[in-house]
T-cell receptor, first 115, second 112 residues
Framework: ETGVTQTPRHLVMGMTNKKSLKCEQH?????MYWYKQSAKKPLELMFV???????ENNSVPSRFSPECPNSSHLFLHLHTLQPEDSALYLC??????????????FGPGTRLLVL | GQNIDQPTEMTATEGAIVQINCTYQ??????LFWYQQHAGEAPTFLSY????GLEEKGRFSSFLSRSKGYSYLLLKELQMKDSASYLC?????????????FGTGTQLKVEL
C-alpha cells in the first residue's frame, strides 16, 4: 500500500465527454503531482501542486485542467480529449512543500482510453 | 534539458545478479531515484542517491557517479517477482525548481 489512491482505475470516454480523475493521499504530504505514462515513453510530468498552489504546468494542453482543493486531494478534469491522450495517468505525492524535493509516492493510476 | 538513457530490456536467471545502468545529462543535478513498476501497478520507490557511492538496501543496491553522469541498480539473488520495469529518475533544481525526469524504464525478465 502506497497511501495514494486513484479513481477510477479504468476509464473509457469519447472525445466530446467530460470526465474527472481523482487522487487522494493519506500520507500527510503537501505536494501532489500528475504524470502521464504512454507506452514506450518515459513518465511525463504534467502538473505540480505545492501547498495547494500550482507550481508547475509542463506545457500541458488546456483540455487537461487540474484542481487541488486541499493538500490531500487532487483532480484532473478532462474535456474534449484526443485519442492520443489515451495513457496511464499517475498521481504522486511527496513531503517537500517546494514540490518534488523528497521521494514521490505513486498511486496505482487511471488507465484512460479515448475513443 | 535532460537526457536519461537506460536499456529497454534485460533478461536474467533466477538466483543470479543483474545490473541495470542509467546515464544522464542534466545541468542542475540534485539526486537520482530508482523505482520499480510491475505491469498495471504504481511505481514504487527503491532507492535514492545524491552523493557518489553505493547505497545498499537488502538485495538491491544503487550506485552513483556524478562526474560520469552514471548510476546503476544492482539486484542480487534474483527472484521471479523481480520481473518488472525499473525506472531511473533524475531530480533537477535548475531555476529553483525541483523536478523529476524519468527514463523510459528497463523491462527486466527473470527466468528459471
Amino acid at each position: 500500500e502506497t497511501g495514494v489512491t486513484q479513481t477510477p482505475r479504468h476509464l473509457v470516454m469519447g472525445m466530446t465527454n467530460k470526465k474527472s480523475l481523482k487522487c487522494e493521499q493519506h500520507l500527510g504530504h503537501n505536494a501532489m503531482y500528475w504524470y502521464k505514462q504512454s507506452a514506450k515513453k518515459p513518465l511525463e510530468l504534467m502538473f505540480v501542486y505545492s501547498l495547494e498552489e500550482r507550481v508547475e504546468n509542463n506545457s500541458v494542453p488546456s483540455r487537461f485542467s487540474p484542481e487541488c482543493p486541499n493538500s490531500s486531494h487532487l483532480f484532473l478534469h478532462l474535456h474534449t480529449l484526443q485519442p492520443e491522450d489515451s495513457a496511464l495517468y499517475l498521481c504522486a505525492s511527496s513531503q517537500d512543500p517546494r514540490g518534488g524535493g523528497e521521494t514521490q509516492y505513486f498511486g496505482p493510476g487511471t488507465r484512460l482510453l479515448v475513443l | 534539458g535532460q537526457n536519461i538513457d537506460q536499456p529497454t530490456e534485460m533478461t536474467a536467471t533466477e538466483g543470479a545478479i543483474v545490473q541495470i545502468n542509467c546515464t544522464y545529462q542534466t545541468s542542475g543535478f540534485n539526486g537520482l531515484f530508482w523505482y520499480q513498476q510491475h505491469a498495471g501497478e504504481a511505481p514504487t520507490f527503491l532507492s535514492y542517491n545524491v552523493l557518489d557511492g553505493l547505497e545498499e538496501k537488502g538485495r538491491f543496491s544503487s550506485f552513483l557517479s556524478r562526474s560520469k553522469g552514471y548510476s546503476y541498480l544492482l539486484l542480487k539473488e534474483l527472484q521471479m517477482k523481480d520481473s518488472a520495469s525499473y525506472l531511473c529518475a533524475v531530480r533537477d533544481s535548475t531555476g529553483g525548481g525541483n523536478k523529476l525526469t524519468f527514463g523510459t524504464g528497463t523491462q527486466l525478465k527473470v527466468e528459471l
